[in-house]
């Protein structure tokens, strides 16, 4: 009551504006946890006389159709007269933070303490105000001090940034994906592979294929597909088979027919996407959910031999790279067995660049 009571009462049980719509809907949908709303008229294009709305339930992370259906017709009772309102799924954005935590080893017990409490300390930045809500906002600065603070022996850190989305793919039949950030990409190299995705299944291509991006300049490039064998090259199947924009951070895939992901979420098969953000600080516009994904995040802890005394001319200190590196795809457990190839392999051995694109 406290929280939703004063703009109901400014609403005067009307939905004009986007504000009243966030005000109304947990009263009709109590089981409403967040909820963002956002007009036709900030899309690109533009899709005016709409209203969308994107609902995260209290229990599970979509809202059913039936309920969807019933709240489209409960709204209509508080919309002016030729405003369209449509209910979105809700549209997760992932946050993968990759940590190498210097330490002293003088202060303490051991490595392993020190980074369950900086795990522990991970998790509760991750269930904070800050994020688990739309228009929510990873503050890479506040951070690093989570991580800084998390114990006496912790002396600085370098944490790495992927952004990901999860698509679920329409099987066994032709569809047209498009996946959205909502936060610029980093081009890490011209040569390709900027981004990367789990493996899955193409109507007509025995083998398990990974997406992947090849730049035409700083703004947009072309997607194509490839497949791994072990250390060979990384060798291209599908080339052209969409366009990537790396300002607006949009993945357009042409018409595909998918049959089958290396991945699944609650028996649901998915591809994992993901890419290295041009900023840090990473928001979830309009109707994206930001989440910190713990389970995809990593804590290395790494001996701070110049802190320590060991060796104070650092001839021996343990530098840390501040970009991304790691494999070109998302692999699973079994396939990390199979290949160990990786992004810093693809300048030895070959990158797509001489495909006819």
Known sequence: MKRFAPKIYSTFNRAVTANDYEALIPKIYPETESVSVFGGEELSPPQYGKVFVTIKPFYGPYVPDSIKTNLNTLLRKYSVAGIVTEILDLKYLYVEAHINAYYNPNLAADSSSVKTVVLNNVNKYADSADMNKYGAKFKYSKFQSVVDNSNDSITSNITKIEIRRDMKPALNRNAEYELCFGNSFYIKSDDGYNIKSSGFNVFGMSDTVYLSDIPDNNRMGKLFLFKLDGRNSPTVVSSNVGTIDYERAEILLKPINITGTSKKVQDIPIIEVSACPQSNDIVGLQDLYLQLDINSS????????????????????????????????????????????????????????????
Request: glycine share 6%; no cysteine; proline share 3%.
């Open 298 to 357: 990593t804590v290395d802890m790494v001996s701070d031999n110049i802190t320590s005394g060991e060796n104070t001319a650092g001839t021996l200190y343990t530098a840390t790279s501040s970009y991304m590196v790691g494999n070109i795809a998302r692999l699973t457990e079994e396939e990390s067995v199979n290949t160990t190839l990786t992004s810093s392999d693809t300048y030895i051995l070959g990158s797509p660049t001489s495909l006819p694109y």
